[in-house]
């Protein structure tokens, strides 16, 4: 029998450090952006930190239930 973890299910530690990493990611895709007047990366980088913090928190609440 398989995990569960295994068939896709993410863990919440797992969720958190991904979302950590998209929140980084964003941060610097959105000075980039700033530094080479580009409005389109600096919006793109914006909206990847706002997903980083969202899978954070998902994470940090699957941690709470015990997933």
Known sequence: MKNPQSIGEK???R???EGTAKKLAG???EGLGKAIGNPGL???GECDQLEGA???EIGTL???IGR
Do not use: C, N
């Open 11 to 13: 863990s919440g530690t």
């Open 15 to 17: 969720d958190e450090i």
């Open 27 to 29: 941060k610097v895709k």
């Open 42 to 44: 600096e919006s793109r």
């Open 54 to 56: 969202v899978q954070k």
């Open 62 to 64: 699957k941690k709470a």
